[in-house]
């Protein structure tokens, strides 16, 4: 269904008109290159092996994606990219889509099982790896009924092949390097179309197998002219650095395609982004780099504000930090903008099918406790059950229309029809508009509680609970009473030698929030189910109640 916005349905202006659509011909990769071409002797990307200027990118891109086609590789053929953060990403990203094959880019911390599915979903005809997670694709190798025909290893261990099943036929594979070095470099991009497809992500879905999501070479062009330029405010002097990995949406955009288009050099990490290996790059004790702008997520911020190492204001070089994955609590932000000297959290909410954020705070305009305002250049939609537009102040589901979207769920067509309605797509998440044209969150669709007939938003009970001085996270799910009523509990994570009792919190939210909402239920927990993003997953919380509850969560 689509409805013409109304006020409760927030038309914006359509920045996208003032911004110049790519041509029909159109291939981001080459075009990255030629935003860059004046820039041969600058720093693009930094790991802690060393640093790669926009020269070599240059370099290694048309070569990567000369022995790509050498391999025998036709456009629109996809290969699987399953690798750390160092400067071989984005040669092995870029280099495929300058070919015109499609990079399959996927989450370095899942199971065997999860890459042969993707294997066989994909059809990938060659997978870059990273020589720490061969042993794991060497496993989904012997589980999939796959089409590969070369592994490329990025940064080998001492032996390139690690144990493999007696009697299976496994691939060849090659160190990056020596296929990098094989062929002379391609000089002109594959002839691809704005369109046409370009990459896949793959969905982190809360329940069933992950989603193909492919996305257009267009799609990554938008997302940084409309964002991560007129939004944020990314200048050629910024250094990035990003929590969130390049296989996620919106590490895609921090780390590469947004620094990319104006110039800047990024900073990558190959490991996971604990306080303490965040706090070493703040600080410059990589590659003599210091970050000035950050992108994370809520749960990181929370863990990084209560680490005893957290850097003082005058040892970093910060100007900016970003957001997403879920709504931040305003006591985050403040503490954060408090500690950091005016440093503001540019709070938003993206997603894997818009590819990057379209609701969004802003610099010099942060409303803490809200997502902000819609990015210019996208239009939002509440509606309720049915489809009818929902007044203000009260939770609707989430539509966004923009040039970013998705072409589709790569073979699921029933899906492809339930999230892409025509010009919109249905997020999944519940929002209220405020008065002054901000949104606010109210928790997914799936999540959404209806206690004693009136709606409560699991996150507004979550957010007030980490006010509490102890508390360092919580979850609040919805369990059934003996009658069979919903009530909430909460899952409580207390911060580090931190004490507090249940009678104690339940009083805490009581005093601030409506005496409906507060949880009727505390359970003390070491940690929470998350996703790979840092996503709370309520629904392993669900699970875990309906089967009697006991042991952790």
């Excluded at 992950?210 to 991560?228: D, F, I, M, Q, R």
């Excluded at 703040?282 to 950050?294: I, M």
């Excluded at 305009?365 to 996208?378: D, H, I, K, L, S």
């Excluded at 007939?453 to 799910?477: D, K, M, N, R, W």
């Amino acid at each position: 269904m689509s409805t013409a916005p109304t006020a409760s349905m927030a038309a914006v202006p359509t920045a996208a008109a003032e911004v110049p659509a790519p041509p029909d011909r159109f291939n981001f990769a080459a075009h990255l290159l030629a935003v860059n071409a004046g820039r041969a002797g600058k720093p693009a990307f930094a790991d802690d092996a060393g640093t790669l200027t926009y020269g070599q990118l240059d370099e290694r891109v048309r070569r990567f994606a000369a022995a790509l086609r050498a391999l025998g590789l036709k456009r629109e053929e996809r290969v699987l990219l399953l690798m750390l953060d160092t400067t071989d990403w984005p040669v092995a990203f870029l280099g495929s889509l300058y070919a015109g094959c499609v990079p399959v880019a996927v989450n370095t911390l899942l199971t065997a099982d999860d890459y042969a599915y993707m294997l066989e979903h994909s059809r990938a005809q060659a997978v870059l790896v990273s020589g720490a997670l061969l042993p794991a694709l060497q496993a989904a190798l012997t589980k999939a009924d796959h089409e590969v025909q070369k592994v490329v290893v990025s940064r080998p261990a001492a032996s390139l092949r690690g144990a493999t099943l007696p009697g299976v036929q496994l691939p060849a594979e090659v160190e990056f390097e020596a296929f990098l070095g094989a062929q002379a470099a391609m000089a002109q991009p594959a002839a691809t179309g704005a369109d046409d497809p370009a990459f896949w992500l793959y969905s982190s879905g809360s329940t069933g197998r992950p989603k193909g999501t492919v996305h257009s070479h267009a799609n990554p062009y938008w997302t940084a002219e409309l964002y991560g330029k007129a939004v944020l405010g990314l200048r050629e002097s910024d250094v990035c650095f990003s929590a969130a990995k390049l296989f996620f949406a919106y590490g895609l955009g921090n780390a590469l395609s947004f620094p990319m288009s104006v110039g800047a050099t990024t900073l990558l990490m190959p490991e996971r982004p604990t306080p303490e290996a965040v706090f070493r790059r703040w600080t410059g004790g990589v590659a003599n780099l210091k970050p000035t702008v950050f992108f994370g997520a809520p749960t990181g911020y929370a863990g990084m504000l209560a680490h005893p190492a957290l850097p003082r204001r005058g040892d970093t070089a910060l100007r900016l930090a970003s957001s997403a994955g879920e709504a931040l609590p305003a006591e985050i932000g403040e503490r954060f903008t408090a500690h950091f000297g005016g440093v503001h959290i540019i709070d938003g909410i993206g997603s894997t099918e818009m590819l990057h954020i379209f609701i969004s705070n802003a610099p010099g305009r942060v409303r803490y406790g809200t997502t902000g305002w819609p990015v210019p250049g996208y239009e939002i939609a509440l509606r309720g059950e049915g489809g009818a537009p929902v007044p203000d102040g009260e939770p609707g589901d989430l539509y966004i229309a923009g040039p970013s979207a998705a072409l589709m769920y790569w073979g699921n067509r029933s899906k492809t029809r339930e999230t892409f309605q025509g010009g919109w797509t249905k997020s999944g998440d519940k929002y209220v508009r405020n008065a002054d044209g901000s949104y606010t969150y109210s928790g997914r669709s799936d999540d959404m509680l209806k206690v004693s007939g009136i709606y409560v938003s699991p996150f507004e009970v979550e957010a007030t609970l980490v006010q509490h001085a102890s508390v360092l996270e919580a979850a609040v799910i919805g369990v059934p009473d003996a009658e069979g009523l919903t009530k909430t509990k909460a899952f409580v994570v207390l911060k580090p030698g931190a004490r507090a009792d249940e009678d104690e919190l339940k009083g805490f939210v009581k005093d601030r929030l409506a005496p409906y909402k507060y949880p009727r239920q505390i359970e003390f927990v070491e940690e929470l189910p998350k996703t790979a993003t840092g996503k709370i997953q309520r629904f392993k919380l669900r699970e875990r109640e309906a089967g009697g509850g006991g042991g952790r969560p």
